[in-house]
């Protein structure tokens, strides 16, 4: 079958079919483009404090300085970074990629077992930590390669006296901080005021230079380094920026960041895409706090916003997101699982904005499908391969399929991520001799183009020899209005081979299995209906958001 490009009729009038790959040399040059550009202009924003761009500038040369004048660190180290969204974020990550050398982003939430892995397999030579997180590197730190230890404060940035209240309070009041010891540790603040004494020098940073080892695949085996150049994240940003160009304007947007800076989804769509527009990033360092969420949302007049299923669900069942200023607001963009139907109708009818469902991995850096900004409703679909993007969907012998068949999504395109760090054969698994990047999500195309995930792979559940897909329970389960959230698994069955279990956490404490059930007939043909239906006061989840379909898999085996 000869491949071909339908999505192009669909693309939107004003978005190029390819773009400039070298536009930019490397993330420093769009940081630099922007800090000229813009350099008044507020950047970030956290707990009510602004850094703008000339601060980002001034702040992230000192730190640069820092690692190189101070730690003598050489281009190509990697320096790990262990916090959730705050000031000292932006600051770190510029700062480390002016040096030439390569971040690795670090979910605070991991066990010593899990930062450990990280942190041997990236050879990590430094790591900034919030102090909450201290005690996790104080029990690894010895068996690592890591010759330095940077420690900060939540509060640390947001001058005095609130940042010492702040750090006061989560220290003795909340108790959030427990007591570490790591010795030869040093305050980030006092790492700037030592860069501060010192040059930077000229760096040369080149575009298949490393910029991020991004973490991936955790929760379903051990963790892999996405190695991510300065031309992957560039090259995605540029993409993305295009496709959404006619919805946003350079130099009067606010975006929300709730997603967490070290997931791929913010880093590149938050941080690097309103980077470019000279856009302020409003930091949410606890999303979980919905209450405390929508507060934070009353007070601005945001303009977009990135997230997952369940943050937009969880926001929408918060008392008083309802009242929210919703006048500004011109981009909603969801990702990093699917996003159910019932949620994207919910979004419009209270936001009166569209949930535009977009599509990637961190090996993609990540986007490789967006639906077009102006899109009135939901779809269904991912979208179209975005600029300079193709896709197609394989069969297990690697053979392209026509429009409408199921089979694996493969994507190619200069976001595809150089390889995993120290794993060649992981490599090859993942990418093929032309270049494909294989996935392991199925989909189908329309003969316009659109791309829809049918699920993954390895959550796809065989009942009776009849193909299954989580999403597609999940959506319809969804639709009851006594449902909060829903997973679908398979569960071994003496007849069946697999039987379908939904597991929900209700809205309406009266709702019943049988309801669901009946829901179920209604809206399924029988070999998709659950069997089993069970009730929760929560899914498990990653830090981010994304439920984790494995765990509810693994109970429901050990209950059999």
């Given amino acids: 079958m000869s491949f071909e490009r339908p999505w192009l009729s669909s693309y939107p009038s004003d978005v190029p079919e390819q773009i400039d790959i070298d536009a930019f040399p490397s993330i420093v040059a769009v940081l630099q483009n922007a800090i000229d550009k813009f ?72 066990t010593p077992r899990e930062l450990k892995h990280q942190l041997v397999d990236s050879g990590a030579s430094a790591i900034l930590v919030l102090d909450n997180f201290g005690q996790t590197v104080q029990e ?26 702040v750090n006061f309070m989560l220290k003795h009041v ?25 040059a930077l020098p000229e760096v040369a940073i080149a575009p298949d230079d490393i910029a991020f080892l991004q973490y991936t695949g955790g929760t379903t085996g051990v963790a892999k380094g996405a190695m991510l150049t300065h031309r992957n994240l560039v090259t995605n940003m540029l993409q993305a920026s295009a496709w959404i160009a006619g919805s946003m304007k350079p130099g009067e947007e606010l975006i929300v960041t709730a997603l967490p800076l070290y997931h791929i989804f913010a880093l590149t769509a938050n941080s690097l895409v309103f980077m470019n527009l000279g856009a302020l990033n409003y930091l949410i360092t606890n999303p979980r706090d919905m209450a405390g969420f929508v507060k934070e ?35 909603t963009l969801g990702g990093g699982m699917a996003v159910q139907r019932a949620v994207a109708e919910r979004w419009k009818q209270v936001t009166g904005c569209p949930l535009i469902e977009a599509y990637g991995l961190t090996e993609t850096s990540p986007a490789a499908c967006i639906n077009p900004w102006n899109l009135k409703d939901y779809n ?63 989909a189908r195309m ?22 299954v897909y989580p999403n597609e329970i999940e959506d319809v389960v969804a639709m009851m209005p006594g449902v909060l959230e829903v997973a679908a698994v398979g569960v071994p069955d003496e007849k069946s081979g697999e039987a379908i279990k939904v597991v929900i956490v ?19 043909t029988g070999y998709k209906q659950p069997k089993y239906v069970e009730f929760r006061t929560e899914l498990p989840k990653t830090n981010v958001g994304k439920i984790l379909r494995r765990e509810l898999r693994d109970s429901a085996a050990k209950a059999s």
């Fill in 174 to 198: 909340k108790k959030m901080v427990p007591d570490y010891d790591i010795p030869g540790a040093i305050r980030f603040k006092d790492t700037l005021t030592l860069g501060q004494m010192r």
């Fill in 446 to 467: 329309d003969e316009k183009g659109f791309f829809y995930i049918v699920d993954r792979k390895k959550d796809m559940i065989l009942v009776s020899g009849f193909n």
């Fill in 506 to 524: 209700k809205k309406d404490p009266t709702l019943t299995a049988e309801q669901v059930k009946e829901h179920a007939r209604q809206n399924m």
């Fill in 297 to 331: 949302l009353s007070k601005i007049p945001f303009t977009a916003i990135t997230g997952v299923n369940t943050l937009f669900n969880g926001l929408l069942n918060t008392p008083g997101f309802d009242k929210v200023d919703f006048s500004h607001l011109r981009l």
């Fill in 380 to 442: 269904g679909s991912i979208g179209l391969p975005i600029p300079s993007t193709d896709a197609c969907v394989k069969d297990e012998d690697g053979n392209m399929l026509p429009v409408g068949e199921v089979g694996e999504l493969c994507i190619k395109g200069p976001q595809v991520m150089k390889g995993y760090w120290q794993r060649p054969a992981e490599t090859a698994k993942q990418i093929d001799a032309d270049g494909w990047l294989h996935t392991g999500d199925m």
């Fill in 39 to 110: 350099r008044d202009r507020p950047a970030y924003a956290n707990l009510g404090k602004v850094l703008t761009y000339g601060d980002i500038d001034r702040l992230s040369q000192q730190f640069a300085a820092y690692l190189l004048g101070e730690l003598k660190l050489k281009k190509g180290d990697r320096v790990a970074i262990m916090l959730p969204n705050c000031l000292q974020y932006p600051i770190a990550i510029f700062g480390i990629l002016r040096a030439g050398l390569t971040v690795v982003n670090v979910n605070p939430m991991y």
């Fill in 140 to 165: 690894v730190v010895a068996d690592s390669p890591v010759q330095q230890v940077i420690t900060t404060g939540l509060g640390d940035m947001l001058g005095f006296p609130k940042g010492a209240i």
